[in-house]
């Protein structure tokens, strides 16, 4: 069975700081690892995917993640954050060897982005 | 192209009622999945069709139906509705089954029972 963890239910960072939002993932075998973000009243935004390759990922929106296989970690991060980025944050995995698999989320990490 | 449409966006029902939501996937995207969302549970996964097949099927109770159309339409249906159904529906379509194919989320239907 895989998991995810986020374990900051919020994250509180001044506009033009750095971002990061934790991740990490349990999974049997190798990693799909995913980002979503939602604001309010909307569905979820596709932000980036690791597949294989690369542990640097880069996504929309100036946001990047990097996948450090050692400490099962998917971190968000985002060099300069700004207000617009303040959102609820979803990290999500599938386990590659397992196609029929189902999605699974974290609890997601509300970022609040303050001028 | 046109994103994932979900329909109606608000919905307000009486416990016992049934109801039914629709999902309309991206054009050429043949698999869709179904996900409640409350603030206490967070994202809770109902199930995914693929070619008007489910393939996979989340913890939820028999109340809890779904189909897929042949030309990927998505419907889910919850009978006998209780306090506790009160959530975001949130419909994702995706290109295939395949494990990295990302999801594509509707905005959702937003359910109250009372």
């Known amino acids: 069975a895989q998991s995810v963890a986020q374990p900051e239910d919020q994250v509180n960072v001044a506009e033009g700081n750095p971002l990061t939002v934790k991740c990490t993932y349990s999974v049997s075998g190798n990693p799909y690892l995913f980002w979503y973000v939602q604001y309010p009243n909307r569905g979820l935004q596709f932000l980036l995917k690791?597949?294989?390759?690369?542990?640097l990922v880069k996504g929309s929106y100036g946001f990047e993640a990097e996948f450090n296989k050692s400490q099962t970690s998917f971190h968000l991060k985002k060099p300069s954050a700004l207000v617009s980025d303040s959102a609820l944050y979803f990290c999500?995995?599938?386990?590659?060897?397992?196609?029929?698999?189902?999605?699974?989320f974290g609890a997601g990490t509300q970022v609040v982005v303050t001028p | 192209k046109a994103g994932v449409t979900q329909t109606p966006r608000y919905l307000i029902k009486t416990r016992g009622q049934q109801v039914t939501l629709s999902c309309s996937p991206i054009s050429g995207h043949r698999s869709v999945s179904w996900y409640q969302q409350t603030p206490g549970q967070g994202l809770q996964f109902l199930f995914e069709y693929f070619s008007e097949t489910q393939r996979n099927k989340g913890n939820f109770p028999g109340r809890f139906s779904g189909r897929q159309f042949s030309n990927s339409r998505s419907e889910m249906n919850v009978s006998t509705l209780e306090l506790g159904d009160s959530a975001l529906y949130l419909c994702?379509?995706?290109?295939?089954?395949?494990?990295?194919?990302?999801?594509?989320f509707g905005n959702g239907t937003r359910l109250t029972v009372t």
């Open positions: 994702a379509s995706s290109l295939d089954l395949g494990a990295n194919s990302p999801l594509h």
């Open positions: 690791y597949i294989t390759g690369d542990n």
């Open positions: 999500a995995v599938r386990d590659m060897d397992d196609s029929w698999g189902k999605l699974q």
